[in-house]
């Protein structure tokens, strides 16, 4: 079933004991593609280039289906058949580019008077293959090439293991409050979501736990400062327990990613990682962010010292989104409660779909009876306005938490198409939002109607892609741009014209009220100082522990990294405070954002920037719409980054755009 690349996945009907039959095959199938390409014969793009674009592709496909389902609807027989595949997999894609083979047809046609007539995007892909094949390890020998592959395989078991650590830690804890008194200061919303919690699993009471909607109103309302306090610990030790330890699997994936550097030449990680990003190295990611930091911290300690004399008490970490809340209804008269009515789920997205369709020139549409892994998936086409009969792609959509299911938000692909040869892209995305509640459809929260819209940001970059080569098309740029796409749209979430287009109350119709939209735009930078560090501080700790950090020097990982963050903490940080543990944005694959956290802050400069052209010509300027969509979304990894922002801008990024957007400036 898996064999064979099918648009409409029977999700339904893949059994697991099915998976490791059909990847063995296509591991096979794929290094019999290999031998072809290495095969003595006269050089051509297609017998060469192209070959080696495609020849992967069904093994991509399978196990991007089984990587996702152990991500959204794992079981026990599902997570050990990946862990038992994972090595194997790992072990192939790492020899690729250590192949003598390979290696020789790329090098032997790039001799060839045809490789030096190439341009555009057909240049692109060879320059930077071989520019691939030199930076991983192509010329070692074959000890050094042994010794790599060894090492690739080891760092895709141990982060694997990281992140089913985090999942099962995560979903250990569990927090019944039987007293209807210890709720008091929670908005009804979280209340009857927890009550609906406890009556899932058979008790009574109400029930949170450490998944985002949650466990965020948790924090930001709940009186009771115990309980909060009990939560934020729970919260900030996961997978530091016995059962579910991620500390030694820390020091292990940062010496394996430290060994692989050494071996291919680079002074660390993080200069092997970028350069091949907009940043280009290390020190140059660390200046970016040190920056940053120099231009906001002291409003950060202003913004945190106005706090402390407005809760008029010494706060810990559990205090802040509590009293930051409080402090913000009092300046504001601001609750982001009131606002949760008007966003049902339901009228966000094909609120989403109508601003961007007329926006970009697409069409999106809901596609019955697709059969998804789970029963509150949904798929969706997106075609040209321009050429009705033209389907670009189609998507997934998985939008509430469930136990089985990763925390966070993320989209994927599936398949990389090309739609003008007749082949529509495949992707999906997934979030963990507030769910339906007492026959009330799902009403989320504004933050998480920015994420969606994040989210299906990175979907149609994805989608729209209309790049000829697989390798370069949608999402695989750098992942310092890879952000941008996604972050602009959160742009849309706060302009009143597009609000109106989606955001009505859920029982009555009605339009956000205009005083409600000014008290939401007046208070859109409260403690925006303090937002900006939280993530510098992230970045900072991914950067130090991938250029810093020698255990013999620098001791417990753990608490290098909580000394690293305690200057971005507007709180005392507790001795047994252990985030990085549970951080899988760093650890939870072989590179995913190593060294590369300071990506978000990056791109977030970029669409501050390129939002502006929007601001200034109409945020639902078709024409503008159009050239974001040709000269950024269509475009992957076709042109260089940087000339195709600058395509689309007219001249250079403009660094304090993010400085001003946030009143930071």
Known sequence: MLTRIQFNIPFDEIKTAEIAPAIDQLLAESRAGMAEISAPKSRTWDNTMGALDHFTEK???????????????????????????????????SSLLLDDGLWLAVKTYAAMDEAKALTGTRL?????TIDAFERQGAELPPAGKAKLKAIDIELAKVTTKFSEN?????????????????LAGLPPSAVAAARVSAESKGKTGWRFTLQAPSYLPLMTYLDDRDVRADAYRAFAI????????????LVEILRLRKEKATLLGFADFADLILGERMAKSGA?????????EAKTSARFADENTALETFANQKLEPWDIGYWAEKQRLALYDFDEEELRPYFPLDRVMPGMFNLFGSLFGIRVVP????????AEVRRYAIYDAARPDLHLGSFYADWFPRENKRGGAWMDSLITGNPDAGSAHLGLICGNMTPPVDSKPALLTHREVETIFHEFG?????????VEVRSLAGTNVPWDFVELPSQIMENWCWERASLDLFARHFETGALIPEDLFQKMVRAKNFRAANAQMRQLGFATVDLMLHRKYDPATDGDVIAYARQLLQKFSPAPLPRDHAMIASFTHLFAS????????????????????????????????????TEFRKRILEKGDSEDPAALYCSFMGRDPDPNALLERAGLA
């Open 166 to 182: 985090v999942l099962d830690s995560t979903n250990e804890w569990e927090l019944i409050l039987t007293d209807e008194a210890k």
């Open 284 to 292: 140059a990611a660390q200046a970016f962010v040190e920056g940053l």
């Open 238 to 249: 996961r997978s530091t327990e016995p059962a579910h330890d991620n500390r030694p699997l």
């Open 458 to 466: 990175h979907l149609l970059h994805h989608c729209l892609s209309r």
């Open 590 to 625: 072989p590179v995913a954002y190593g060294a590369g956290y300071y990506s978000y802050k990056w791109a977030e400069s970029l669409d501050a920037d390129a939002f502006t052209r929007f601001k200034q010509e109409g945020v639902f300027s078709e024409r503008v719409g």
């Open 124 to 128: 692109r892909y060879l320059t930077k």
């Open 59 to 93: 093994l991509d496909y399978a196990f991007g289906v089984v990587r996702h389902l152990e991500s959204v609807a794992t079981t026990t027989e599902l997570r050990a058949v990946y862990n038992e595949l994972q090595p194997r997999v790992s072990e192939f894609y």
């Open 367 to 374: 596609e019955e009876k697709i059969p998804g892994w789970d």
